[in-house]
């Protein structure tokens, strides 16, 4: 087993509030939310960060990115919402496994 705690969550070795999944991402519930909605999407293939994607991922960040709407929708956030993928130490990023922020406030 992984030793990387999103690769446990998508193995189920770890529960989370799961809002969304497919055969390629999971969608789960921030334990340490910065907004009163707080999602992190995932691909289930792992990989650092943004800056570690290969040309293979390619596919897979426009799927993920055009979910988002999506799941920010059935997560109650119509009015707009915010993304963020923090890459790297330097920029903020404490999971070393790529995720995308989705926050926002419900209408």
Not at 38 to 48: A, R, S
Not at 67 to 80: E, F, R
């Amino acid at each position: 087993m992984s030793d990387c705690i999103f690769c446990q969550i998508i193995e189920k070795h770890i529960p989370a509030s799961v809002v969304y999944e497919d055969d390629e991402m999971l969608c789960f519930k921030d334990i340490n939310p910065a907004a009163p909605v707080h999602l992190l999407l995932i691909p289930k293939v792992h990989f650092d960060s943004l800056a570690h994607a290969q040309a293979k991922h390619e596919a897979l960040l426009g799927r993920m990115m055009f979910k988002v709407p999506q799941i920010a929708q059935a997560n109650g956030l119509n009015n707009g919402f915010k993304t963020q993928i923090n890459t790297g130490k330097g920029g903020g990023q404490e999971v070393f496994h790529l995720h995308i922020h989705i926050m926002g406030r419900p209408a």
